[in-house]
């Protein structure tokens, strides 16, 4: 069996299936499929299970492939060894993230990182739905921590979240008193769409007790910067972040309520595959992140 037959298998076997191994590979998907097929016949045992909708590894292959991984690891360890005296960070790193994540991490963080590293080419993709990474040929991902599954590795970028409850000051004026979240009934609230497509409930937390409300309102977005926006032009209640909504508030144009039930929470992730091998850029991205999370340079910040 040859090295490139080896380790046409264990992409396959890491991305599952040929296409998404095709992305990260630069080999088309049926010179892979040639490859496999060439290690069943060496082998004499069927590693996988195809069909025209899915591939996946057979007993044998599950086998075989948790044998083979470490071994895989050794040799791309070594590899990295010999490289870091003459390679250095370039290509491209593309980046799977939500739109407001994007947004935040844009100017204080990969621009900073791209003027330290000019020969990487970065791509953040931005979209609501929660996609697979490696799937998609994604060398990592930004996301709030709560949504990342345990088998990513996760690393911190930037300060705590906060979601809020805001209103323009005139909505405010004249209506109903907003002690508790249980008020909310009283109010018009601007709704969140979710990409599964059921409605977002707000989520609140007091004296460590968490509370989940469902609201009622006429507007329902799909978009957190329109929901702010109906929220400044008076239409009712948002449930947005400080952070998209800290300008409006220092303006007058929005007000915070119920302060007392919406503490911070651990923020936003760089996250990617625990077992994932990383070339020369996300290695210095990585780096790069937790120098930004030192205590010694947040203090400084």
Not at 160 to 180: C, E, F, K, T
Not at 205 to 217: A, C, D, H, M, S
Request: glycine fraction near 8%; charge should be neutral.
């Amino acid at each position: 069996m040859s090295p490139a037959e080896l380790a046409a298998f264990a992409g396959v076997a890491e991305y599952g299936g040929f296409r998404a191994a095709a992305r990260r590979s630069g080999l088309s998907p049926s010179a892979l499929s040639h490859s496999v097929a060439s290690l069943e016949t060496r082998l004499n045992v069927q590693l996988f299970h195809r069909s025209t909708r899915n591939v996946s590894l057979t007993d044998a292959g599950r086998r075989f492939f948790a044998r083979l991984r470490p071994a895989l690891a050794e040799i791309a360890d070594a590899a990295d060894e010999l490289g870091e005296f003459s390679s250095k960070p370039s290509g491209t790193l593309r980046i799977n993230a939500d739109a407001a994540a994007a947004e935040q991490v844009l100017a204080p963080l990969m621009l900073e990182f791209m003027a330290a590293f000019p020969d990487v080419r970065v791509e953040i993709v931005s979209e609501r739905r929660l996609v697979d990474i490696a799937e998609n040929g994604f060398d990592c991902g930004i996301r709030s921590s709560e949504i990342i599954s345990e088998d990513m590795v996760a690393i911190p970028v930037g300060p705590m979240q906060q979601h809020i409850v805001v209103a323009a000051p005139g909505y405010v004026a004249g209506r109903p008193a907003l002690r508790s979240p249980a008020d909310l009934q009283d109010h018009r609230c601007v709704q969140l769409r979710m990409p599964g497509g059921g409605l977002y409930r707000w989520e609140f937390e007091r004296r460590g007790e968490p509370l989940v409300v469902e609201t009622t309102g006429g507007l329902v977005l799909d978009n957190s910067r329109l929901i702010l926006a109906a929220a400044v032009h008076g239409y009712g209640l948002a449930y947005v972040t400080k952070w998209m909504a800290s300008p409006a508030l220092e303006a007058g144009a929005l007000v915070e309520l119920l302060g007392e039930w919406t503490p911070p929470y651990p923020g936003l992730h760089l996250y990617y595959p625990r077992h994932r091998h990383l070339n020369a850029s996300m290695r210095a991205f990585v780096a790069f992140l937790r120098d930004q999370n030192h205590p010694e340079r947040m203090a400084r910040s």
